[in-house]
């Protein structure tokens, strides 16, 4: 089945930038809906972007439209989260996930394990 591993979370400072990678292997990501989710302490899981393979229709939060890139490299398989202007509230761990449609977590059926991004001083 599909693998999805994530890498590029860390500490950063308010108003800092990450890239978050998602590796797939065994199949080509270019066959699947793919996205990216969070969750922070004390929430539930919540869809922040995610990319149609179908036509390349992009979905995003409000809470990080204009701030965060979705893209993906087909040469590389890879998907990611290109994160500007950061804020603390967007401390979270971040999943990719593959298999679904739109921002919904529960359309999604392939998921990675997970990597933190802080945003603090």
């Known amino acids: ?55 390349e229709t992009t979905f995003y939060s409000d809470s990080v439209k204009g701030r965060f890139t979705i893209f993906r490299d087909n040469a590389k398989n890879a998907l990611y989260l290109q994160m500007n202007s950061l804020k603390p509230e967007d401390t979270a761990v971040y999943y990719c996930a593959a298999g679904g449609y739109a921002l919904d977590p529960w359309r999604y059926t392939y998921w990675g394990q997970g990597i933190q991004v802080t945003v603090s001083s």
């Open 1 to 55: 089945q599909l693998q999805l591993v994530e890498s590029g979370g860390g500490l950063v400072q308010p108003g800092g930038s990450l890239r978050l990678s998602c590796t797939a292997s065994r199949y080509t990501l270019n066959d699947y809906n793919i996205g990216w989710f969070r969750q922070a302490p004390g929430k539930e899981r919540e869809g922040v972007s995610s990319l149609s393979r179908r036509d």
